[in-house]
């Protein structure tokens, strides 16, 4: 390995532990959305340690094709101490103003959408639910009306029937109003539930 080779790898490993300190920060202010959730957790702290052990050996590969020394570690570890003493504190409060930001035009976004997209739409299924049950309203109020004035007759013919038949054919008929009170009573209470007309 030649001398420019390992200043190289010094370079390469002192800004990837610099890196590593800026991941792991970064990993850690995220972590809290996890916390409570124990095999999660421990699921993304070893997938973050092997993407970030990848990450460091990809970079020393293409370096110096892999070679491990012991200068290697070391300027790994330089690097974090460098990112923890002198960058930590900046990154941490600069970390936070961008998730601000991104909060800041999630919740535009999310409003604009709200207003332009959802509302709309609730108005416009809203709208429709109103005219299909203003029709089914209708088409109810017309069938009822065309069906009095078609039993018109034959009620006004029953009750003058039933009035000049004996009291015997009175009581034997009240058995059969009892049962057509309820009936009528069934059909209009799912006349309600169709038409929507709850009290």
């Known amino acids: 390995m030649t001398l420019h080779v390992q200043f190289m790898t010094i370079i390469m490993m002192v800004s990837g532990g610099f890196y590593l300190g800026m991941a792991l920060d970064t990993f850690r202010r995220f972590s809290w959305h996890w916390k409570k959730r124990a095999f999660l957790k421990y699921f993304l702290e070893i997938g973050f340690w092997l993407v970030q052990s990848l990450i460091l ?7 110096n094709n892999g070679e491990l020394r012991l200068y290697v570690f070391l300027s790994c570890l330089l690097g974090f101490a460098t990112y923890q003493a002198l960058a930590s504190n900046i990154y941490k409060q600069l970390l936070e103003s961008i998730v601000r930001i991104l909060r800041t035009i999630y919740r535009f976004f999310e409003r604009l959408i709200q207003v332009l997209v959802i509302t709309p739409i609730v108005w416009i299924l809203k709208t429709i ?8 309203r209708l088409v109810m109020t017309v069938l009822l009306w065309v069906l009095s004035i078609l039993f018109y007759p034959i009620r006004r013919l029953v009750g003058f029937i039933y009035q000049r038949s004996p009291k015997k054919i009175h009581h034997f008929l009240y058995k059969f109003v009892r049962i057509y009170s309820t009936i009528k009573h069934t059909c209009i209470k799912w006349l309600q539930f169709i038409t929507f007309k709850r009290r």
């Open 57 to 63: 050996f990809y970079v020393l590969y293409r370096v």
């Open 129 to 136: 639910y109103m005219m299909v049950l203003w029709v089914i």
